[in-house]
């Protein structure tokens, strides 16, 4: 199990599903982190603000926003913050956002305690990550297309529908699906 030193230990978790906040947090307390948790955009940039943590585990889909977004405002309060976003929603159009917009690394769900304080110390890439040679599927790659004309749309459903010429309802209707499997 990874432990941090007790000096620059503060950590912000946000995601809006209470339950695994709160095993995360738990978890993250036992490895020497001192924790608060967010729901939402906007009570992790108020508690940031206030608390000023240096690291932050921050949830891709929130009701209030984007955590792209927040990961953006997240740097603005703090350049240095060590920021990993974790989401059940992994698409390779949103890990390089995050990472572009300052993110040290992108995680998909489910990901233990000790992969995520890992993911914080981590500053380069690793060359022997296994690269696949099964091509995506037609879904995933639908996905993938989907995510990235919404993120070069800064998150607007609407005009991402207009890009990909479909009705905004259809695309929020694909959008509440998960990813096809590879």
Same mark, same amino acid.
């Given at each position: 199990?990874n432990t941090r030193p007790a000096t620059d230990n503060r950590?912000?978790?946000?995601?809006? %599903?209470?339950?695994?906040?709160?095993?995360?947090? @738990?978890?993250?307390?036992?490895?020497?982190?001192?924790?608060? +948790?967010?729901?939402?955009?906007?009570?992790?940039?108020?508690?940031?603000?206030?608390?000023?943590p240096q690291f932050a585990v921050v949830d891709l889909k =929130?009701? &209030?926003? +984007?955590?792209? $977004?927040?990961?953006?405002?997240?740097? @603005?309060?703090?350049? $240095? =913050? *060590?920021?990993?976003?974790? /989401?059940?929603?992994? +698409?390779?159009? /949103?890990?390089?956002? !995050?990472?572009?917009?300052?993110?040290?690394?992108?995680?998909?769900?489910?990901? %233990?305690? &000790? &992969?995520?304080?890992?993911?914080?110390? @981590? %500053?380069?890439? &690793? !060359? !022997?990550?296994?690269?696949?040679?099964?091509?995506?599927?037609?879904?995933?790659?639908?996905?993938?297309?989907?995510?990235?004309?919404?993120?070069?749309?800064?998150?607007?459903?609407?005009?991402?529908?207009?890009?990909l010429g479909m009705h905004r309802r259809t695309l929020q *209707?694909?959008?509440?699906?998960?990813?096809?499997?590879?």
């Amino acid at each position: 199990m990874n432990t941090r030193p007790a000096t620059d230990n503060r950590l912000l978790v946000v995601d809006d %599903d209470a339950v695994f906040a709160a095993v995360l947090a @738990r978890a993250l307390a036992r490895r020497g982190f001192e924790v608060e +948790s967010a729901a939402g955009v906007g009570e992790a940039v108020e508690k940031a603000g206030r608390r000023g943590p240096q690291f932050a585990v921050v949830d891709l889909k =929130m009701p &209030d926003g +984007s955590g792209l $977004a927040l990961v953006e405002q997240l740097k @603005r309060l703090n350049p $240095a =913050m *060590r920021i990993v976003v974790l /989401t059940g929603f992994a +698409s390779v159009a /949103t890990a390089v956002e !995050a990472i572009k917009l300052g993110a040290v690394h992108y995680l998909p769900k489910p990901a %233990d305690a &000790d &992969d995520i304080v890992a993911a914080f110390d @981590r %500053d380069a890439g &690793d !060359a !022997a990550v296994a690269v696949k040679h099964r091509p995506l599927s037609v879904e995933r790659l639908e996905w993938e297309h989907i995510h990235k004309v919404l993120a070069e749309n800064g998150g607007n459903i609407s005009g991402a529908a207009r890009a990909l010429g479909m009705h905004r309802r259809t695309l929020q *209707r694909k959008l509440r699906k998960k990813p096809g499997r590879n």
